[in-house]
């Protein structure tokens, strides 16, 4: 894979690390940036007023803040960034600690340069995936807003499988109306049948 809207964030505090895993992704590629510590990499991602695609490839063991300290602070800052941290033997299970609280994954040193490549590689593949449903969960949210409160209230109908003359009487208005807002409803959210706006919807709830 190449993805070149994606950038690969290497933090890391030892300088002959950083420049060699630049080199490595460079080499195949990706766009990288190097940060010498989480403080400046972290003052980077308070920055940011989006977030881009990107991963990040960080250091268990840095100085003065540590790896695991950087990742929960992006945590609180729902930096949505896959995270792989690079650890030593004796790191393991501190590298095991953070994938369970939600970081992508970790590479114990030393490590094959065509794994280390593969995994982010696959890091970026999920980050973009992610982003991507992010966006569609953001599109319907907006479309639902549009909705007149008419709309909702069949939209909710249409969702529970119920048939045009069912969601009239409910509702006190005609099948000739309950058709028309239908209409509109599937316009409004991009969908063309009722299967598809329930699956959408179950993915994305919508604001109430």
Known sequence: MNDPVSTIHIIDDDVDTRDALAWLFDSRGHSTTTWADGESFLEYAKSLQAWPLAVAVMDIRMEPLSGLATFDKLKELSCPWPILFLTG???????????????????????????????????????????????????????????????????????????????????GITTRTVEFHRANIFLKMGVSSAVELAHKRGLYPAPR
Not at 113 to 123: C, K
Not at 145 to 164: A, P
């Open 89 to 171: 033997h004796a790191d393991v299970s501190l590298a095991v600690t953070a994938v369970k609280a939600g970081a992508w994954d970790f590479l114990e040193k030393p490590f094959q340069n065509n794994n280390l490549v593969d995994r982010v590689e696959a890091a970026m593949t999920q980050g973009a995936l992610a982003a991507d449903r992010d966006s569609e969960a953001i599109r319907f949210n907006r479309a639902f807003l549009q909705l007149s409160q008419r709309e909702r209230e069949v939209m909710e109908e249409l969702l529970l499988g119920h048939y045009n003359k069912v969601i009239a009487d409910h509702l």
